[in-house]
């Protein structure tokens, strides 16, 4: 059957992709970076399942997640499964059901695939690869402020120079809103206007709402309250309810210790951001790179997860979106992945018992090895060195112990012998 031309995507469910070397390899070094910086800071590693019992995975994910997550029938148990469209809720039901006997606090990290449905046509990622880290047991400016400076150290230990850590708090916004009385439409369409920092249409939304002229101005400062440092003063300015004040004390002593960190200068508040209202509980922030509209990363305090599955604790997290880390890094990336195997062994002959000892000899001694099991021609193993980023092609002769050594790059020749690499005396 004569296939299309554009049949490997439309081979494909819409929002998945085939990874293929180049890019398995940079996704693999942005996962192997970022694991090595979650070492470094005390986080051990958690893997958990790839399917949930719907019921069970459902009691941590907030409104919008449960939505997309996808669900079956199980043959084997009758009930309805679930792909986790986030990996932090089932970190929690570990820690909640496996770990209540683990001291506390508990610094855990994970990777892993997850699956959310997108809306037709959006053109979204279905398939979401995640890394990240969760701290439990601690509630303090000081946890929330190591969690911005490991993204920080994440980014930069990844080459990045010029990025954003956009840092909010969920509880300035809700304490501005507990003090309104506003309908459930009119409060969801005025919180969308401060989401989109939509000035005009949400003074036009507060136009004949009846409250106080002071509430208003509450309301109307919202997106308006980003920047540097300065913001947090600004805001207490406008600002009177004791929630969203204890909100600002918190992000002031969070920005203290980042002060500590040396990491401010990557840092700006944003009191209108509402990213994460039906799951997080103070803090929140998300990672930006030049050029790319979508965060690189997100997180913050969720301190009520954990009591769903019946241990409560404080917590804070955030994870890394993999695939957009890609997009963004993507140039920036080939040097770092675009590995070569040392060396192709290339011999003529029925006997092919002294290549084997070769590729077997080179690589206990720590070089890559391959050998070329076509027959063909010398030439035509050369060029394939080349396309296929082999740095020598060692060529065994046949009835003698003569080696010859061609660096591909510049086809340089030098000669030793079989005795000399299998006794490790020659050096590439």
């Known amino acids: 059957m004569n296939l299309p031309a554009n049949a490997p995507e439309a081979m494909l469910p819409k929002g998945v992709k085939d990874f293929l070397p180049l890019k398995a390899a940079k996704i693999e070094h942005l ?44 043959r084997q148990s009758g009930r309805l499964l ?48 995640q890394a990240g880290v969760e701290m439990i047991g601690l509630q303090s400016p000081e946890a929330d402020a190591e969690m911005i400076a490991m993204v920080v150290e994440c980014l930069k230990a990844l080459g990045v120079d010029e990025f954003t850590v956009d840092i909010g708090q969920v509880e300035f916004f809700r304490g501005v809103m507990a003090e309104l009385p506003l309908s459930g439409g009119l409060a969801r369409d005025v919180q969308t206007a401060i989401g989109h920092k939509d000035n005009a249409g949400l003074r036009a939304l507060l136009a004949d709402a009846p409250i106080a002229d002071r509430a208003k101005e509450e309301i109307l400062a919202l997106p308006r309250l980003f920047g540097g440092p300065e913001v947090l003063e600004k805001a207490e300015h406008k600002v009177v309810n004791p929630r969203s004040r204890a909100a600002l004390n918190n992000m002031a002593q969070v920005l203290q210790v980042l002060e500590v ?40 305090r969720y301190d009520n997860l954990t009591g769903r599955y019946g241990y409560p604790a404080p ?25 070569s195997t040392d060396v192709l062994i290339f011999q003529r002959g029925a006997d092919k018992v002294p290549a084997q000892k070769v590729a077997r000899a080179l690589r206990e001694q720590g070089f890559s090895a391959a050998r070329d099991m076509i027959a063909r ?25 003569e080696v010859r050594v061609v660096r591909v790059a510049d086809r340089v020749e030098t000669r030793t012998s079989l005795p000399a690499v299998l006794a490790g005396e020659f050096t590439l």
């Not at 070492?39 to 399942?49: C, E, H, K, S, V």
């Not at 804070?316 to 040097?335: D, K, S, V, Y």
């Not at 035509?380 to 396309?387: G, I, N, V």
Request: glycine share 10%.
């Open 31 to 74: 996962r192997r970076v970022l694991h090595e910086i979650f070492a470094q800071w005390g986080f051990r590693p958690l893997i958990p399942p790839s399917l949930e019992f719907l019921h069970v995975l459902e009691r941590g994910l907030g409104e919008g997640l449960r939505e997309r997550a996808f669900r079956f029938d199980d």
């Open 315 to 339: 917590a804070t997290g955030f994870t890394f979106n993999i695939l957009n880390l890609l997009f963004a890094l993507e140039r920036q990336l080939e040097q770092q992945t675009s590995r």
């Open 261 to 300: 960190y040396g990491v401010q200068k990557h840092v700006t508040l944003g009191l209108g951001e509402l990213r994460g209202l039906d799951y997080h509980t103070g803090v929140t922030f998300q990672g930006f790179l030049p050029g790319i509209g979508r965060a690189v990363c997100s997180g913050g």
């Open 82 to 129: 679930a792909f986790p469209p986030d990996i932090t809720p089932q970190v929690a039901r570990i820690v909640a059901t496996r770990m209540r006997e683990v001291p506390l606090p508990l610094r855990i990290s994970y990777e892993g695939r997850v699956l959310r449905h997108t809306e037709q046509q959006a053109g979204k990622d279905r398939e979401i690869f």
């Open 377 to 401: 021609a010398l030439e035509e193993t050369l060029d394939y060195a080349q396309k296929m980023n082999f740095r020598f092609v060692m060529i065994i002769g046949d009835g003698d112990t």
